[in-house]
């Protein structure tokens, strides 16, 4: 049953091909590696910044170098996936995972100002990660994450996957928040995270909505795919 439900959560996401993806207690993850250290890469980030920034719902960008890094990181992903799928290197599950985490660690970087600018009655002053002891901590978070998830992670077992689950359910609500901060009624409405939950819980439904139409995209291509 849980196999079935991991499989169906990334079916219209990810091509979900099992050399390309792990298995932890005997369940597939429901992405590929690349896919898996996107999503928790990019919780664990937004875990970080909060916990650094402390709540202060920052509107401004990080500093230069940090969005730097983000970029770095985002560029290695492309690098990685690129030159691999154009078969002029070989790459290996591990770079997948390090590459995606690395872009998933970059896209809060800019998702959280946004978000706290769009939500927030009264959005906080300052750039997220404005204090380099903060930048710091970001960037050391990611390889600390990698060694994790290579070496504590499989302990978990069929959690593994259900963590994985759970980061891409938080990653896709909060992109959608984006948008949903941006609409009028829920537009700078929130003075405290209660109030905020309504266009939180939006976001997820969003979410769900998406994963459904995405999956049923995939079984029409294939149906009609399977035809010809």
Known sequence: MLETA?????????????????????????????????????????????LVDRGRRHQDMPPAWILGIGVAALAFM????????????????????????????????????????????????GRVLGEPWKGLVWFAAAPATLGVLVWGAPLLGAGYAVVTAICILVTFSAVNLIVIASVPRFERSAARLRDAWPAILLALTVTVIEFALADWLRLALSSIVQQR
């Open 78 to 125: 492309a690098w990685d996936g690129l030159t691999s799928y154009m078969g002029l290197r070989e790459t290996t599950n591990l770079l997948r995972l390090a590459s995606g985490l690395g872009a998933g660690f970059a896209l809060p970087l800019v998702m959280v100002p946004t978000v706290n600018s769009g939500l927030w009655v009264r959005p906080g002053t």
């Open 6 to 50: 991991m499989h169906w959560l990334g079916f219209g996401l990810c091509h979900q091909l099992a050399d390309r993806s792990f298995t932890a207690g005997g369940v597939q993850l429901p992405v590929c590696a690349r896919d898996t250290g996107i999503y928790i890469g990019f919780v664990v980030s937004l875990a970080v910044i909060a």
